[in-house]
């Protein structure tokens, strides 16, 4: 079983990872952007720690790419947020509760 001071450097290596996807992705490098989604993926699973919440959001949960690099489509209701991954056909539904809109 990892110990925690294991788990907090792969945190920390997921948020650099992640960081450094989304710069691939500005720059139009989405093979290597998608590459380090599967990274944090694996350091996920390895050293059982859960996947940044802005990872989750902009990775496919499926097929584990990039929702924008991998040409995904968002869709916004008025209840829930859709996103749709085109590489493996993944629909997830985002609900969106009242008390967000009102400040």
């Known amino acids: 079983m990892p110990k925690n001071s294991e788990r907090r450097v792969a945190e920390e290596r997921m948020k650099v990872l992640f ?3 989304l710069d ?7 093979q290597y952007a ?6 944090i993926h694996l350091y996920s699973t390895k ?3 859960r996947v940044l919440e802005e990872a989750r959001t902009w990775v496919c949960k499926k097929c584990k790419k990039g929702i ?6 968002v869709r916004i209701n008025t ?8 590489s493996c056909g993944y629909v997830r ?9 009102r400040q």
């Open 19 to 21: 960081e450094l996807a």
């Open 24 to 30: 691939d992705e500005k720059s139009d490098k989405k």
């Open 34 to 39: 998608n590459r380090k989604y599967e990274l």
């Open 47 to 49: 050293y059982k720690t």
């Open 68 to 73: 924008y690099s991998g040409g995904g489509r």
């Open 79 to 86: 209840s829930t947020i859709t996103v749709s991954c085109n």
């Open 93 to 101: 539904r985002i609900p969106i509760s009242r008390q967000s809109f």
